[in-house]
């Protein structure tokens, strides 16, 4: 059975799998295939799924995630599962979302290409669509905070644009009713200090973008992995934990380097001269899985291989053979600074005010999507080394824009990028460049907005984090 068709075979559910059945979405995703695979997946057929992703230029898209901290208005305590629950109703019935439900429980809305999910924590992620310009991602953006603040204000609860919970611990934070969140929970202690906060109290803002060509990925791969510390230092807006400063600009940054190192990082192997997609497709089948999804069900495999599935070898589910939905599955459980599924994810910004979530995809587009702009960038950072991209991924978080860099400071590789990234939005000719305005102040001022808050913090708030709830309310 040739790739093509199989692939075919493995797409039998529509929209990423998920059928309708009268307003509601009869199986959460993940998803299982419908027709079972009549031979077994082979590497080729793995990388065949990535190579699938080549777009030619006409047909690129922005798709945009956002994720925010939902907080009852009168006590600033995070939200429970029932308030959540009540608030996708109230999304869904007044605005025609099709709810998601696994186990009786609603946990997600889906409308079009547009979804809304739910982070371990509760943190309200909207995964936009595709989409093909900066003013309909905009767009997007502000309809869906609109939505959810109609619903949101007559309950007395609001959300929050950042990227640390700036107040409670861990234990004050509710745990959604999703069962890879379980085996996950279970997991992130044996790999890490840190991966609880991560799923628990952390927000972030990222972009999603095609490629044309094994080539481009490459190319936009390499310049998005050099350039995520510049983002992260742009962005940073984490700098508060349980009521005080934390010591970072980024925590959520900082967290990810002491998550689990086997699926997260800079990933030095895309700049050898042997990347492409099957180099890619070898480094995931080695890093390790958390579940399998069958009969409605998730199976715990923490600690096996894709490698060990493939072979029929997971004791915990024995003689079951992946489906490119596994594959596809597997591969959202990777979290290194930019992430390849069928497009390029920029995976390095903190969750920020609106203004913000329309700035990220304008900062990428323009450097990205611009043949000019990502040769300038490619030429930049050809000459840095592994060690000075890892020493600005663990620095950065740190000290953000004052980053010592070479003869100079990140700000000044910020200045550099900046321009390139307008330059490039000017090309594109759909008069975007105003998207850039809030980078612009950031990176003219050399202030991050985590200094900024930190600032307000020492003065105006007299060293309480409460107002932060004010200041950054969507």
């Not at 959540?84 to 019935?93: F, K, T």
């Not at 997971?314 to 079951?320: I, R």
């Not at 053979?321 to 459980?333: A, C, G, I, K, V």
């Not at 600032?455 to 932060?468: A, F, G, H």
């Amino acid at each position: 059975m040739a790739v093509a068709s199989r692939l075919a075979v493995a797409r039998v559910a529509p929209e990423g799998g998920v059928r309708r059945r009268g307003g509601a979405v009869a199986a959460s995703p993940p998803t299982e295939e419908a027709v079972q695979m009549t031979e077994p997946l082979t590497k080729e057929d793995l990388v065949a799924y990535l190579v699938s992703g080549c777009k030619p230029k006409e047909n690129w898209r922005i798709g945009t995630e956002h994720e925010k901290f939902g907080f009852e208005i009168d006590t600033l305590r995070p939200i429970k599962y029932d308030q959540i629950r009540d608030i996708l109703n109230g999304i869904a019935e007044r605005f025609d979302w099709d709810k998601i439900v696994e186990e009786n429980n609603v946990i997600g809305l889906k409308q079009g290409k547009q979804s809304i999910s739910l982070e371990p924590g509760g943190q309200f992620e909207l995964s936009g669509a595709p989409l093909e310009t900066l003013h309909q991602t905009c767009a997007e953006v502000n309809s869906h905070l609109y939505q959810v603040k109609a619903v949101g204000e007559e309950m007395g609860i609001g959300f929050l644009g950042i990227g640390f919970q700036p107040k409670w611990g861990l234990s004050d934070i509710p745990i959604m009713p999703k069962g890879r969140y379980g085996i996950m929970r279970n997991y992130m202690p044996k790999v890490g200090s840190l991966g609880l906060d991560m799923m628990f109290r952390t927000c972030t803002v990222q972009v999603n973008l095609d490629f044309s060509s094994e080539q481009d990925m490459i190319r936009k791969f390499r310049a998005g992995l050099a350039l995520q510390p510049i983002a992260t230092a742009i962005f940073a807006n984490s700098p508060f934990k349980e009521g005080k400063p934390n010591g970072y600009l980024s925590l959520r940054s900082h967290i990810w380097t002491d998550t689990d190192n086997n699926r997260s990082g800079m990933l030095p192997f895309v700049f050898d001269d042997s990347f492409g997609f099957e180099r890619y497709v070898d480094y995931a089948l080695d890093v390790p899985m958390y579940f399998v999804y069958r009969n409605k069900k998730y199976i715990d495999c923490t600690g096996m291989s894709f490698r060990d599935f493939m072979a029929g070898k997971l004791p915990q589910a024995p003689g079951e053979l992946p489906t490119l939905n596994d594959w596809e599955n597997h591969l959202t459980t990777i979290f290194p600074e930019v992430r390849l599924k069928r497009y390029l994810e920029m995976r390095g910004a903190d969750g920020g005010p609106w203004r913000r979530l329309c700035a990220l995809p304008a900062f990428w587009v323009g450097l990205l999507y611009d043949e000019e702009s990502l040769q300038s960038i490619i030429d930049m950072t050809s000459d840095w080394t592994n060690e000075e991209r890892e020493m600005l991924r663990r620095k950065v978080p740190v000290t953000g824009l004052n980053t010592p860099f070479r003869d100079g400071y990140v700000r000044h590789l910020a200045e550099e990028v900046l321009q390139l990234s307008k330059n490039g939005l000017e090309r594109r000719g759909y008069k975007e460049v105003g998207f850039l305005r809030e980078v612009d102040a950031v990176v003219t001022s050399g202030v991050t907005p985590a200094e900024k808050l930190l600032n307000l913090y020492e003065t105006k708030w007299q060293r309480s984090v409460d107002p932060v709830f004010q200041e950054l309310l969507y």
